[in-house]
C-alpha cells in the first residue's frame, strides 16, 4: 500500500488527504472515545497530561497514543488495502480489534500500573461507605430515613395511573 507521510489537517479531517490518512483519523476517533470512557469511568482525570498538555483530554491523548501502533495504524493499511475506506469501515474494523484484543482491560490495568507509585500495589477494595459526620464513613445502600409500615396499609398506596384508552371494536373504531 503505497504511503508517504501522515498528513493530518483540523478541520474535517476524514474528507482531506489519502485513504490511509482517513481511515486513521477515523480510527484513532474512536480510540479516543474509548481512552475517553476508560479513564474517565477509573475515576482518572482526563485532563492529566504528561506528554501532551494544554487540553481537557491530554491524558486521553497519551494513552490512546499506546496503542496506536498495535490498532489503529495496521488497521489503517489493512482497510485502505482492501477498498474498505469509509468511516464506517474504520469504525466496524476498529470494534472487531478492539473486541479480540480486550483493549478495554487492557486500558484499565495500563492506566493503573502507570499511575502507580514503584513498589506499591494498587488496593483492590470494592467500598460502599458514604462520608458520615466528622471522619466516620456510614454503610452506603442503606435508608438511614428509616421505614414507615404504615405506608402499606389499605388505603394508603400511591398509584400511578395512566391515559384511559377505549378498547378498540374490532373494526378499527373505539367505542
Not at 485502505?80 to 478495554?104: I, M, Y
Not at 507509585?117 to 445502600?141: F, H, Q, S, Y
Request: hydrophobic residues 40%; proline residues 4%; aromatic residues 8%.
Amino acid at each position: 500500500m503505497p504511503w508517504t507521510r501522515r498528513e493530518y489537517q483540523p478541520g474535517d479531517a476524514f474528507a482531506k488527504g489519502d485513504d490511509v490518512n482517513r481511515v486513521l483519523s477515523a480510527a484513532n476517533a474512536a480510540l479516543y472515545g474509548i481512552c475517553h470512557a476508560v479513564t474517565a469511568g477509573i475515576g482518572v482525570s482526563p485532563a492529566l497530561g504528561f506528554v501532551h498538555t494544554g487540553s481537557a483530554v491530554s491524558f486521553v491523548l497519551d494513552i490512546a497514543d499506546l496503542y496506536k501502533a498495535e490498532y489503529t495504524i495496521p488497521l489503517a493499511f489493512d482497510l485502505a488495502a482492501a477498498g474498505q475506506t469509509t468511516e464506517r469501515d474504520a469504525r466496524l474494523g476498529f470494534r472487531q480489534r478492539v473486541a479480540d484484543g480486550k483493549l478495554l482491560g487492557r486500558i484499565v490495568r495500563d492506566v493503573k500500573l502507570l499511575l502507580t507509585p514503584a513498589g506499591e500495589n494498587m488496593i483492590e477494595v470494592e467500598e460502599n461507605t458514604l462520608w458520615g459526620d466528622a471522619d466516620n464513613t456510614v454503610a452506603g445502600g442503606t435508608n438511614w430515613a428509616g421505614w414507615d409500615e404504615s405506608v402499606l396499609d389499605e388505603g394508603h398506596y400511591l398509584s400511578v395511573v395512566g391515559p384511559l384508552f377505549e378498547p378498540d371494536s374490532g373494526d378499527g373504531t373505539r367505542s
